[in-house]
């Protein structure tokens, strides 16, 4: 504790010094293991003090605006008297307790923020997800993970009516938006009436904090769950040392909130180092309003999936300079050293990489400042020790492909997700030796660059979304054109990858127009699963390859799609 800045308050000496003196001394080694933490008592309310204190500048925290000119601006005292007011509406008006599941499936809107640092506060699971969902994958989420709660908009609110007597968990429903709904509570009018008095729980470090859906191979969604030692994570020193964020920063991540890339990027990330946090609203992505939001706001930061650069400098032509922006980092999927390049040569900013799951958050990449060496995703950082391991766990030698590997073992690190809830097997599956298995393939070189190949497996990567095929396969067969399908991977010049569904119809579908059954199947996928699933390729084939025991072989088809046969 620095008591010269904080008599009696047990603010984080860290980032005390660290205010003091910019990158400072830090409270903790990147292997220190403190019992207890909370993001919201140890970091937001550090700045909030620091803000009243006036040892902050006039920045906002959060920094709101959508196309229509609204605006909303809040400092971090309001943050801390905001989330205050949602914790005590999460336990006092809907009766959640520390441990409890809340369902989040918000677009931009301020109040996700609200959400997540109220649920911290009061120790309720959160579990983000896109607003892309059909009720399907709302029924299964709120089904598998027995949510007590849901919040949401105006949008999903009739899907999950029409689904809630059949998740008998869920006992409260909370609504965002400006009119009210039976039978939901309305979340805007309850933070106004909510006191503002709130006592932050005690969380230990390795308390469960979040749970994020992520899509394998086979089967549904998996729930990767979190510690509270995911958002301490961004507090180790070699995290500070990613962004190198600063309090006159304006960092702007443009993922959808449903992905732990956004619970990072636009939130841990830039208020552990008391940055202000940029958010466009964003209903549809246009990369116009990309490059007007960067031209009008003085973001310095950008933090965003390599296709929305892509798409950038592929569909604007006119001038990328700037005028604040300094630093910019991309992940979801691969960059290619070309997209780099051209990124850096319009804009005059360097763009580096990095890479993560649901499972890790983001495990390697090009710090502020380090070498970029273009096609590769950086180097681990620490406390991450990735290695390059084949299937038993050991480590190979260097420029020898093999899994992407983090070391789980003596001591996992902070920031490794704790499990696959109620899922003892698919935890022990990536568990490899002493390491954890990504089932990313890749090389590491002399230097510890890490080379990205491509998955061990049938997963899809498209542009930044990870698609188990599987789900796509579900929702075609629901429609009667489709006797079976093998859905897989196919390269594609924009999305890097895009889903391609391989099709055999039934017999009355035969003779149908096919570039019309094309687009209804498209349509239909869209309508029953997150459009972003759907196959944007499709091929009608009289049958599929398969295994003498009748198992799809989709790996042959995706090595035809990708040339290699
Ligand atoms: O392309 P289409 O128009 O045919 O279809 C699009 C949408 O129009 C459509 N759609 C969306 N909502 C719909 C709908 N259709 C019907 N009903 C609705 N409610 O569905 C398709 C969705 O595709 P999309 O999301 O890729 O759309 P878009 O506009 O092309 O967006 C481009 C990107 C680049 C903004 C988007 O693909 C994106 O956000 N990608 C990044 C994802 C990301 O953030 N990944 C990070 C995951 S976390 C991680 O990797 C760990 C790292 C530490």
């Known amino acids: 504790i620095c008591k010269s800045y904080h008599g009696f308050h047990p603010a984080p000496w860290y980032l005390c010094c660290r205010s003091l003196s910019?990158?400072?001394?830090?409270?903790?080694?990147?292997?220190?293991?403190?019992?207890?933490?909370?993001?919201?008592?140890?970091?937001?309310?550090?700045?909030?003090?620091?803000?009243?204190?006036?040892?902050?500048?006039?920045?906002?925290?959060?920094?709101?605006?959508?196309?229509?000119?609204?605006?909303?601006?809040?400092?971090?005292?309001?943050?801390?008297?905001?989330?205050?007011?949602?914790?005590?509406?999460?336990?006092?008006?809907?009766?959640?307790?520390?441990?409890?599941?809340?369902?989040?499936?918000?677009?931009?809107?301020?109040?996700?923020?609200?959400?997540?640092?109220?649920?911290?506060?009061?120790?309720?699971?959160?579990?983000?997800?896109?607003?892309?969902?059909?009720?399907?994958?709302?029924?299964?989420?709120?089904?598998?993970?027995?949510?007590?709660?849901?919040?949401?908009?105006?949008?999903?609110?009739?899907?999950?009516?029409?689904?809630?007597?059949?998740?008998?968990?869920?006992?409260?429903?909370?609504?965002?938006?400006?009119?009210?709904?039976?039978?939901?509570?309305?979340?805007?009018?309850?933070?106004?009436?909510?006191?503002?008095?709130?006592?932050?729980?005690?969380?230990?470090?390795?308390?469960?904090?979040?749970?994020?859906?992520?899509?394998?191979?086979?089967?549904?969604?998996?729930?990767?769950?979190?510690?509270?030692?995911?958002?301490?994570?961004?507090?180790?020193?070699?995290?500070?040392?990613?962004?190198?964020?600063?309090?006159?920063?304006?960092?702007?991540?443009?993922?959808?909130?449903?992905?732990?890339?956004?619970?990072?990027?636009?939130?841990?990330?830039?208020?552990?180092?008391?940055?202000?946090?940029?958010?466009?609203?964003?209903?549809?992505?246009?990369?116009?309003?990309?490059?007007?939001?960067?031209?009008?706001?003085?973001?310095?930061?950008?933090?965003?999936?390599?296709?929305?650069?892509?798409?950038?400098?592929?569909?604007?032509?006119?001038s990328l300079r700037f005028p604040a922006l300094e630093h910019c980092v991309t992940g979801g999927e691969a960059l290619l050293p070309e997209e780099q390049e051209e990124w850096r040569r319009r804009t005059g900013v360097l763009l580096h990489e990095v890479y993560g799951q649901s499972e890790t958050g983001i495990s390697c990449g090009t710090l502020r400042g380090m070498k970029i060496k273009p096609g590769s995703m950086g180097t681990s950082i620490p406390p991450f020790d990735i290695q390059i391991i084949d299937e038993k766990g050991n480590i190979l030698p260097i420029n020898t492909e093999g899994n992407i590997g983090i070391r789980i073992k003596p001591t996992k690190p902070m920031g490794v997700f704790m499990c696959y809830e109620d899922n003892p097997v698919k935890t022990a599956e990536v568990e490899c030796g002493d390491f954890y298995n990504s089932g990313d393939r890749a090389t590491m070189?002399?230097?510890?660059?890490?080379?990205?190949?491509?998955?061990?497996?049938?997963?899809?990567?498209?542009?930044?979304?990870?698609?188990?095929?599987?789900?796509?396969?579900?929702?075609?067969?629901?429609?009667?054109?489709?006797a079976e399908s093998a859905v897989v991977s196919s390269p594609d010049p924009i999305r890097k990858e895009v889903v391609k569904a391989f099709i055999v119809l039934t017999p009355e579908f035969l003779s149908r127009d096919q570039d019309q059954l094309t687009q209804e199947l498209q349509q239909h996928v869209k309508s029953v699963t997150a459009p972003y699933k759907y196959p944007r390729k499709v091929e009608f084939v009289p049958e599929l390859p398969k295994t003498v025991t009748g198992k799809i072989k989709r790996s042959e088809l995706r090595k035809k799609e990708f040339g290699q046969m």
């Not at 509570?185 to 992520?214: E, G």
């Not at 070189?445 to 190949?453: A, K, N």
């Not at 491509?454 to 095929?469: K, M």
Request: proline share 6%.
């Open 22 to 318: 910019g990158a400072g001394t830090l409270r903790w080694n990147d292997n220190d293991r403190p019992k207890e933490f909370n993001f919201a008592s140890d970091v937001l309310d550090y700045w909030t003090q620091m803000e009243q204190e006036g040892k902050r500048g006039p920045n906002p925290a959060l920094w709101w605006v959508n196309n229509q000119g609204d605006e909303v601006k809040w400092s971090f005292r309001e943050m801390t008297d905001l989330s205050r007011r949602a914790a005590n509406v999460f336990t006092q008006t809907c009766g959640l307790q520390q441990g409890d599941r809340l369902a989040l499936i918000l677009p931009r809107l301020p109040e996700w923020w609200l959400v997540v640092i109220g649920c911290i506060r009061a120790g309720i699971i959160f579990m983000p997800a896109t607003t892309q969902m059909k009720a399907k994958d709302i029924l299964y989420r709120l089904q598998v993970s027995k949510a007590q709660g849901i919040m949401t908009t105006d949008t999903l609110a009739p899907e999950v009516d029409s689904l809630v007597s059949e998740c008998p968990a869920l006992k409260t429903k909370l609504l965002v938006s400006d009119h009210s709904r039976h039978g939901w509570l309305d979340f805007r009018s309850l933070i106004k009436s909510a006191s503002p008095d709130h006592t932050c729980i005690k969380s230990k470090t390795l308390d469960p904090m979040a749970i994020f859906f992520t899509s394998g191979t086979t089967g549904l969604p998996k729930m990767a769950k979190h510690s509270h030692g995911l958002a301490l994570r961004s507090s180790l020193p070699s995290c500070r040392k990613f962004l190198q964020l600063k309090t006159s920063d304006v960092l702007w991540c443009i993922s959808d909130p449903g992905w732990i890339l956004a619970v990072l990027g636009c939130l841990f990330e830039p208020w552990t180092s008391g940055s202000t946090l940029f958010i466009h609203h964003l209903p549809q992505f246009d990369p116009k309003v990309i490059q007007q939001t960067l031209f009008k706001y003085p973001i310095t930061m950008c933090l965003g999936a390599p296709a929305v650069y892509r798409m950038v400098l592929q569909q604007i032509s006119t």
């Open 445 to 482: 070189d002399e230097e510890g660059y890490i080379w990205f190949l491509g998955r061990n497996d049938d997963v899809i990567n498209s542009s930044g979304y990870r698609i188990g095929p599987a789900e796509v396969e579900n929702a075609l067969a629901e429609h009667p054109a489709v």
